[in-house]
C-alpha cells in the first residue's frame, strides 16, 4: 500500500534541502513558514482525502503498472471513467480547501508524458517510454508530489526562443554529457513548486528545427543542485505574518506560485525524457494542456460552491436570503458554476484511448471547458461581492475586534440577523473578500484566466478543432448550393 | 426489422383521416400542403437515417422488450450511454435538417411515462406501467411517431387550473365511463402535432387534490374523433406558397407547432396512464421536462452546427474569411455551441438507473443545459447577422432573380469573391435570414426560450437540486465558523 | 411656412415616375402599393408631427439659411441643443411608428455634406459649398426626403474598388462632361430610397489615388433617368398581401430598404460635390458614421420603449405582471434601452462647431452608442421572447380566428387573464413577433448591427479616438515609470 | 479667494484632535500613518488641481451665495453645464490618482442638502434652508472636506429600523435639548471620513411615521467630542508598512473607509437640517443618490483610463501590442468605459432645476449609470488581468528585486520587450494587481458595486422611473388594441 497521509507528505518534504526565496530573503525553514505552511496544508489534503473512505473511490486507483492502490494524482487514466473520477476529485479537493491544491499539475504533465513519449518512441525508436514508466513508478510507489514546469518566462512573446535577446528566456540544454544534459532557464508562475517532491520540464511551445535545444522534457528531485526558487508574492499575503485569523478569510489553506531557477542544472539521462526531438513538443503541449484545461472543470467549480455557500451564508446573516433578487443571483452563480463542471465532465465522457493505453480527454470540450473558466468565476465573484454588500472590504480588522476598546463598538453595529454572531458575520465576510480580491483570487481569477493557457490559446484550439469544412458543407447543402 | 423508411412514414400519416385548419381553411390534404410538407420531410430523415449504415449505431438501438433493432426515438435509454447517443443522434438530425424535426417530444414522453408509472404502479399498486409496456410496444413494432402533448394554454398564469375563470383552461377529464374516460381542454404549441400517429397528453404542472381531473395522461391515435389542430403560423411563412426555392433559405424542411383541442374525446382505459393521482403530475413533468432539456443540448448544438457553416461560408463569400475579427466570431459561435453539447453531454454521463430500468439524465445539468440553450442560440444568432452583413435582409427576391428585366443587376452587383456564384451568396444569406429570422427562427430562437419549459423553470429547479445547505458548510468550515 | 403634412408628402411622392420592381414585376403603383405603403406611412409621421403641437419644438427649427420654420430633417445643427433634439425626436419618432421611419439617412448626409464640403472649399478652392447651399435651401423650401446612399456593393470585401474584378461594383465616374458627370454603379440597402424625393450619393469607405474615380457625391431627382430600384424582401413581407391585420403586428407602418442602380445617369455639375477629391472621401463617411451612428441612440431606443410597453403588456394578459423575475426583466430591458438613449444624448451634449457652422456630434461617444446597439435590442428582444412566451411564435392565424369552425376555440382557450380580450393577447403577441423575427426585425436587429456601419467598423474608429497614449502616460506616472 | 492647495489641506486636518483606531490601536498622528497618507495624498489632489491653470474651468467655480472663486466641490450646481463640468473633473481626478480621492460624498451630500432643506421650509415652514445656506457659505469660505454620512449598519436587513433588536442600528436621536440634539449609532463604509474637516449625517432609507427619531440631518465637525473612527482595511494594505514602492502598485495614492461611532454626540441646532421629518428622509435619500449615481460616471471612467492604460503598456511591454485580439481587448475596454462616462455626461446634460435653484441630474439616466458601473468595471479588470499575463499574481516581491542573491535572476528573466526595463515591466504590472485585487480594487470593483447604492437599489429606482404606462400604451396603439 502506497498511499501516504498528509502528514507523513508534509514530513517527506520538509528533509529536503531546497533553494527557496520570499519577500528578500533565503528560507532556513520552508515548510514551516507562515506564508507558505496554508499552501503546504492545501496539498496535504490531497493527501489525507485518500485514506478517508467516504471518498476512496475518487481519490485512489490501481496502478496499472503495479497493482497496488495508489493516490489517484499518480495514476494513468485507464479508461473515461477514470476521467470523470479525476474532475471529481478535483471539485471535491476544491470544495475542502477553497483555493488551489497544487497536484493537478504535476497528475496532468505525468498523463500527457505517457502518451508522448510512447509517440515518441514508436516513431522514432527512443526508449523515452521506458524511461518515464521507470520513473512513473518510483512516483506512484513512493506517492510523491510532482511539479509540473511548462511556462518559460517567454521575453518578448513575439520572438521564437531562439529569436530572444536572451537565450535564456527558454529552458534550453547548454551541454550533452555522456551521463546526462546540463540545462539552464527558468519555469515561471510554478504552482505548488516548493511543495513538491520533484520537478517535471516542459517546453511550452511549438518549437522549429532551429529551437531544437529547447525541445527537453526531464524529471528532477526539487533539491536539486541549481534548483532556486523565488517564491511569488500573492494578494494580502502580509496578513499570514500578522498573528491573525479571521482577516484570513481562510486561514488553513491557501495556493503557492514561485519562479524556478534552473542555473545550470545537471540531468542524467534516465531521467531525461525528450533531447532534441523539436518535433514532439507540440504535441506535448497540446496533450498537457487537454488535461489541464479539464482539470480546471473541476476544481474551479469547487471553489465557486465555497464561494456560493460563502454568499448564501452573508445572505442570511444579513437578514436577506428569502428576497427574490438575492436567490435569483444565487441560482445564476450556480448555473455557471454547473455549467463548467458540465464541460469539464463531457470531455472526460469523450476521452478516447491512445496508443500507449492512457486514456485522453476530447481536446475540442477540453478547451471549451477552459475557455468558459476565463469567464464564469469572474462573473460568479462579481455575484457574490453584489450579496455580501460593502463591508466585504470595509470591515474593521481583527486586531480592532480584539482591542477592548473598539470591541464593543464592532460587535454592536456590525451586527446582522439576531441569530448570527458577528464575529460569524466577520468571517464569512473574510472568506468572501479572500477569494474575490485576495489570496483565493490568485488562483479563482487569474489562475482561471492563465492557468493551462491563456484564453487565446483555447481559441486557437478550438479554431483548429471544429472542422469548420464540414459545417460549410451542412449550410452549402440545406440552402440548395450544389456540389 | 422494426425500422420503417421516411417513404413508408409519410405514407402512414397520409392515411389517417387528421381534422387540421390552417389560414382559416380547413385541408383535404395536409401532407401534400406546402405549408406543412417540409415538416414532415423534417421528420422523415429521422426514419431514414435509421437505415443510413453510418449512423446505424446512434439512430438504432435494440428494444429491451422485443430484442428487435428499432428506431432509437422508441426506444427506453437502458444505460447511459443510451443517453449520451441520444444527444449525438439529435445534434446529427439537427445538422442534417437545419430546424426541428419534431421526434424528440414523443422519445422523451415515452421513457418518462416509463419511470412513472412504473412508480405508480409501486407506490399505488395501479397497473399503469403494463398499459404503458403495452403501448410502447405497438409504437415500437409499428415505429410510430408521437407528439408528446404536454403544454396546456394556462389562462391567467397566476391561478391553479381549478381556479380558472374556465375550467376547460387545462385538458381534464370531464366523465369516467366503464371502458374510459372523456377529456376536454387544449394543448398548446405542439411539437409536430399533426405530424404524428399518436398523441401522448400528460399534465403540465404540480397538482393540488383540488385538481384531481386535470391529473390525466393516455395517449391516442391523431386522428381520434374530437381531437382539431390549428395549425401555428410561422415566421415567412407565406414563402412556401410563392412557389420560389431560394428565398426560403431551407427548402426541404421546417418545422411545425399547432394547437390541439380536445373536443370532448374518448379515451380507453387500455391507453390511460393517470387518471386523478394529481399527487404524480409534478413527477411525470419533472422526469419529461429533465429528459427534454438534455435534447436541446444535442438539436440546438446542430442547428447551430449549421448556422456556423452558414456564417463561414458567407464570410468567405464576402471575401472577408480571413479577417481576425471574422475569425474570432466564428470561434466564438463555436464556443458558445459546443458549451451547449457538452451540457447535454455531461447529463447524459452522469444519468442513473430508476427503478423501472431506464436511465434518467441528472436532472441538475439537464437543467444548467437547457438554461444555457435559453442564452447561446440569441448569441449565435447575433453573431451570424454580425459576420452575414445588411443583405441578410435586403435582399431582392428570387423572382426578382428571375425576371429579365431585373436579373442581370442583381447578377452583377450583388456579387462577391469571383469565385463565388452570386445565386450561391443569395442563398446562403437567405438561410441565415431562415435561422436568424424565419421559419427557423421559430425553432432555434422561440422554442429554444420556451420549449421544455421556459427559463424561469430551469431557474426554479437549479434552485431545488444545487443543495445550498452543503455549500454553506464548506464556507462555514472554511471561514473557521464553528458548528 | 415650408412645413408640409404627411398627406402632402404622400401626393408628392406619387407623382414621380420612378422605376420600382418588387417581387419580380415592375409597379405601376408603388405609392399604393399594399407591401410598399405602410413604409410610407412611417415616413409620413415625420411631416405630420412637424405640425403637432406638443412636439413642434423637437420636429421644427428655424433655417440658418432662410430663417423660415422648417421640418428638422432638413435642418443643419447649429448648437448642441439641435443635436440632442435631433435625438429626442428620433426617440419620439420610433415610439410613434415602431419601426425605421427612414427619414434619418438625408438629414444625417446633408448635415455630413455641409462639414466636408466647406472644408473642400477651404482646402481645394472648390465651389462644392455653395452648390450644396443652393440644394439645401431647395430641400427646406420643398420639404423634401432626401435618400443617403452611400453604402456600394463592395464584392470582394478584401479589394479596393479598382481592384475588383468587375469596376462597377462601387459607384463611379464613367464620363466627365461639360454640363455634368455620369456615374454607374448601385447603392444597396437603401433605406427609405423608394419614398425619397431625391436620392444623395456618397463613397462608403476611404479611397487612394488610384480610385480617383469613385470618389464621387452629387445629388438627383429620385425619378432621375436611369434609376432603378430593385425592392428588398423583408421578413414576413407577404403577410401585408394576405388582408389581414392582426398578423402584421403593427400593421399601419414598416421600412424599407432598397437596392438602387445608376445605369448610366447623368448628373448636372450644379448638383455635384465631390468629383475625384478622393482625399476627402474618408472625411465624408467618418462625418456621416457619426451623425448616424449618434441617430441610432434615438431611434432604436423609441422601438425600444414599443417593444418593452408590449412585453409589459403581455405580461399583464398572462396574469404575471406582478412576478418578480418578469418585472426584473423588463426593468432590464428599461437600462439597456436607456443606456443606448443615454449614448445618443452623450455624444450629442459633447458634440462641437466645424468650421462651416455645423455643429457635430462627439466622434469617439457616437461610436460608442452605435457600438451598444449593436448588441442590446438583440438581449432586450431576447427577453421580450421569454416573457411573451412560446405563443409569440406558435400562435394560429388571424384567418383562424375569423373562421367560424375555429374561431371560438382560439377564442376560448388562448384566454389570458379574464380582464383580457383574447384578440388584444394575439395582438400584442404578433406586435412582438414583428419586432422580434418579422417586419420590425429588420429595423431593429439587422440595421442595428449593420446601418451607419457594421460593429468592426465602430472599433475601428474606437481605437482611432481613444487616444491610448495618453492613458499609458497615466499609468506608467502612477506605476512610478520614469519618463 | 478661497481656494487652498493640498499642502494647506494636509495641514489643516493635522490640526484635528480625531479619534481614529487601526489595526488594534488608537493612532497618535493619523495624518502621518502610512496606512493613511496615501489616502490623504489623492485629496490633496483635489486641491491641487483647483489651482492648476490647465483645469481651472473644470475645478473651480463662482460661488452663488458669496461671488468668489471656489473648488467646485463646495459648489452647488447652477446650469446643466455644471454638472456635466463636475463628471469632467471627476474623470479628470481618477486619472491622476487611480482610485477613490474620496470628495464626492460630501459635495453630493451638500447639493442634496440644498434642494431637500428648500423644500422643507417651503412645506413646513422650518428653517432648515437657511441653516444649511449658512453651512454652506463656511465650507465655501474655508474650502472644507466633508464626509457625508450615509449608509447605517442596518443589522437585519428585512426589518425597519425601529424593529431592530438593538435600535441603535440605524443612527437615531436619543435626546433633545434647547441648544441641540444628542445622536447615537455608527455609520459604516465611510469613504474619506478619516480625512474630513466635517462631517454631514444624513439618513440611509425610506422613514415611516414610527421611525421618527431615525430622520436627523446635520453637519459636525469630524474631531467632535464622542466621534469614533474605526479604520477599514483593505486589501494588501499591510503592503504600505513594508517599506516598499513598487509592489504598491500605487504608491502616491490610496482610498480610505472607516466605520464611524456616535458615541452619544452632541450637534447644536445650527447644525441640524432634519430633525423627525421622517417624510422627507426618502427625498434625501433619492436626491443625494441621484448625484452619487452620476458620480460613479466620472471617476470610474478616469480610473478606467488608468487600467486600460496600463493594459496598453503591459502588452508594448510583453511584445504583443499589436496582436489583433489585444487590440480588440483594449477597444472592448475602452468601449466599456466610455459607456460609464456617456451615461454620466446624459443624466447631466438632462439634468433640471430645482426650487432651490440648485440643478439636479436627469434621476432615471443616473441610475442607469451606476448600474452599469455595477458591471462593466469587473470586465475591465478582467480584460486587463487576461492582457497581462499570470505575472500579475506571481511575480517575486519587490525585496526579492533589491536582495543581491536574487536581483540578477529577477532582472534576467523577468525582461520583456527588449526596450522595456524590467522594472517597468514590474511596476506595471502591480499597478494592474492593485486595480484589480490590491488596494485599488476596493474603490472599483466594490465601491462601484455598492457605493450610492447596491444595484437592486437602482433596479428598483429604474421601475419607479420607466413609466411604464406610457410605453404600453404605445405598444397597444401599434398593434391595434382599442382604448
Not at 471539485?91 to 508524458?113: E, P
Not at 507540440?282 to 456560493?308: E, P
Not at 469539464?344 to 468558459?372: D, F
Amino acid at each position: 500500500m502506497t498511499v501516504k497521509t498528509g502528514r507523513e507528505y508534509v514530513e517527506s518534504i520538509r528533509k529536503r534541502k531546497i533553494q527557496v526565496y520570499l519577500l528578500g530573503e533565503k528560507l532556513e525553514h520552508p515548510v514551516d513558514h507562515p506564508i507558505i505552511r496554508p499552501s503546504i496544508n492545501s496539498v496535504a489534503v490531497t493527501y489525507d482525502i485518500a485514506s478517508d473512505q467516504d471518498h476512496v473511490d475518487v481519490a485512489t486507483a490501481t496502478s496499472h503498472l503495479t497493482g497496488e492502490r495508489i493516490n489517484r494524482f499518480t495514476h494513468m487514466h485507464r479508461s473515461t471513467l477514470d476521467l470523470v473520477k479525476k474532475v471529481k476529485l478535483l471539485r471535491l479537493l476544491g470544495q475542502k480547501t477553497g483555493i488551489c491544491f497544487q497536484r493537478c499539475v504535476g497528475m496532468d504533465s505525468l498523463n500527457a508524458l505517457s502518451c508522448v513519449t510512447f509517440d515518441m518512441d514508436q516513431k522514432l525508436g527512443t526508449t523515452y517510454y521506458k524511461r518515464f514508466v521507470d520513473f512513473l513508478k518510483y512516483v506512484q510507489e513512493n506517492d510523491l508530489v510532482c511539479c509540473g514546469a511548462m511556462t518559460d518566462p517567454k521575453g518578448d512573446r513575439s520572438l521564437k526562443p531562439s529569436e530572444q535577446a536572451d537565450p535564456d528566456l527558454y529552458l534550453r540544454i547548454i551541454e550533452q554529457r555522456d551521463e546526462g544534459i546540463v540545462v539552464r532557464g527558468s519555469k515561471v508562475h510554478q504552482t505548488g513548486a516548493v511543495n513538491s517532491h520533484e520537478v517535471i520540464a516542459m517546453p511550452t511551445r511549438t518549437l522549429r528545427k532551429g529551437d531544437r535545444d529547447y525541445a527537453v522534457s526531464f524529471a528532477i528531485p526539487s533539491d536539486t543542485e541549481g534548483l532556486i526558487y523565488i517564491y511569488g508574492r500573492q494578494s494580502c499575503d502580509l496578513r499570514k505574518l500578522e498573528g491573525v485569523e479571521i482577516d484570513l478569510g481562510n486561514a488553513r489553506y491557501s495556493g503557492q506560485e514561485a519562479m524556478i531557477i534552473f542555473d545550470d542544472v545537471f540531468v542524467p539521462w534516465e531521467r531525461v525524457f525528450m533531447a532534441g526531438e523539436y518535433e514532439f513538443a507540440w504535441s506535448l503541449v497540446n496533450t498537457f494542456s487537454a488535461y489541464h484545461r479539464q482539470s480546471y472543470g473541476g476544481c474551479k467549480a469547487g471553489v465557486g460552491d465555497v464561494l456560493i455557500g460563502a454568499a448564501a451564508t452573508i445572505a442570511e446573516y444579513n437578514g436577506v436570503a428569502g428576497a427574490s433578487h438575492i436567490r435569483d443571483k444565487i441560482v445564476e452563480m450556480n448555473h455557471l458554476n454547473e455549467t463548467l463542471y458540465a464541460c469539464g465532465l463531457a470531455c472526460s465522457a469523450e476521452g478516447c484511448k491512445t496508443p500507449s493505453g492512457t486514456y485522453l480527454v476530447n481536446i475540442l470540450l477540453s478547451n471549451i471547458c477552459k475557455q468558459n473558466v476565463t469567464r464564469f468565476p469572474y462573473e460568479i465573484v462579481r455575484l457574490a461581492q453584489d450579496i455580501a454588500g460593502g463591508l466585504v472590504t470595509t470591515l474593521p480588522s481583527e486586531k480592532d475586534l480584539r482591542n477592548p476598546e473598539t470591541k464593543n463598538y464592532i460587535t454592536k453595529y456590525l451586527k446582522g440577523e439576531k441569530e448570527a454572531p458577528t464575529e460569524s458575520r466577520l468571517r464569512i465576510l473574510r472568506l468572501i473578500e479572500n477569494i474575490s480580491m485576495g489570496l483565493g483570487a490568485v488562483g479563482y481569477q487569474v489562475e482561471s484566466m492563465h492557468g493551462a493557457g491563456s484564453p487565446q490559446a483555447q481559441r486557437i484550439m478550438i479554431e483548429r478543432e471544429i472542422n469548420i469544412d464540414s459545417k460549410k458543407k451542412l449550410a452549402k447543402y440545406l440552402s440548395g448550393i450544389a456540389g
